[in-house]
């Protein structure tokens, strides 16, 4: 059975925390549970002070087989980052513009650029999944979206880990892969008619929204958006074959900074990532006891300081 784990991001207390609540204990530094397994949604970095401490719980129990992981957002991007561009020397496959350090500078004061340690966990980060298909149940950093799966199939090996090779293409803005890899890691958007913006909580204009994928009675766009902060958005009518998720087994994902008490979104729909700075925080886990339909009593959670 398993214990699924929302976005971390350099959070290393909270996440020892939640463990001990989950009834883990640490043996010789590993957590570990005689019956469960945990699950990282991924997005382990980036914003808290403690990346060292939680990546090394994270690996460790991965090692030793008492969790499995998906990559999130913040570890492609990092990846990329951290890859010179092939094709333009010089330059990086992500810019390393003010924009794009800023987000990340949290967790290279604690793994130095150029350093054996960031290096060593860049490869890290290159052996996570994209996915997980446990069978009984999926797990996604952003979204489980069938034509994006179907997309990335020539360019990840047999553990569901994208090639070497493929980051470049991925970071080609415009190519299929790179728009497969932001529907997973990053979540379905809507571009907004024309005239039509908001800033976002980094402070940055966007011309596109993040749409509720698991909110069939969602069809205008302010209800259907989030993440927009008290943007006004224009009353218009979503079109008929926005992407839902209809599959009967339970999928679980992060990345969506949900709000309020932790619960599920529909029977086989949960997002286990409560961790907006707006109100502090929470780092949210969901205790999988086998069941198909989802049960908002499986929620557990702590409270994020700082
Ligand atoms: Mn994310």
Redesign the pocket.
């Known amino acids: 059975m398993y214990d699924i784990i929302g ?1 971390i991001h350099g959070h290393g207390t909270a996440l020892a925390e939640l463990l001990r609540k989950l009834d883990y204990t640490n043996q010789d530094g590993i957590f570990q549970h005689p019956e469960r397994k945990a699950i990282f949604v991924g ?1 382990f970095i980036d914003r808290g002070s403690e990346h060292k401490k939680a990546l090394t719980i994270c690996r460790n129990m991965m090692e030793q087989g008492c969790a499995l992981a998906v990559m ?3 570890e492609f991007n990092a990846i990329c980052y951290a890859t010179p561009d092939p094709e333009n020397p010089g330059s990086f496959l992500r810019e390393h513009s003010v924009k794009n350090q800023q987000p990340h500078q949290a967790f290279l004061d604690e793994y130095p650029l150029g350093s054996v340690e960031h290096k060593d966990m860049i490869d890290w980060f290159r052996t996570l999944p994209l996915f997980l298909d446990l069978e009984a149940i999926r797990v996604v ?2 979204v489980w979206h069938h034509p994006s799966l179907k997309i990335v199939q020539p360019w990840i090996n047999i553990d569901h880990c994208l090639l070497t090779e493929a980051y470049s293409q991925a970071s080609r803005l415009g190519s299929e892969l790179y728009d497969a890899i932001e529907n997973l890691l990053k979540g379905i958007e809507y571009k907004l008619p024309e005239g039509h913006e908001f800033t976002d909580k980094n402070g940055q204009t966007r011309h596109e929204v993040r749409l509720k994928w698991w909110d069939e009675q969602a069809k205008r766009l302010p209800e259907a958006a989030t993440n927009t902060g008290n943007a006004a958005l224009p009353e218009v009518e979503l079109p008929e074959d926005i992407y839902r998720y209809k599959d009967s087994v339970p999928l679980f994902f ?2 969506y900074w949900m709000q309020g008490t932790p619960g599920t979104l529909s029977p086989t729909i949960a997002c286990v990532d409560y961790s907006s700075k707006s109100e502090n925080g929470k780092l949210v886990a969901y205790r999988w006891q086998g069941e198909k339909a989802l049960n908002n009593d499986h929620f557990v959670w702590v409270d994020r300081v700082g």
Do not use: E, K, V, Y
């Open positions: 976005d997005d999130g957002n913040h950093h952003a992060g990345h």
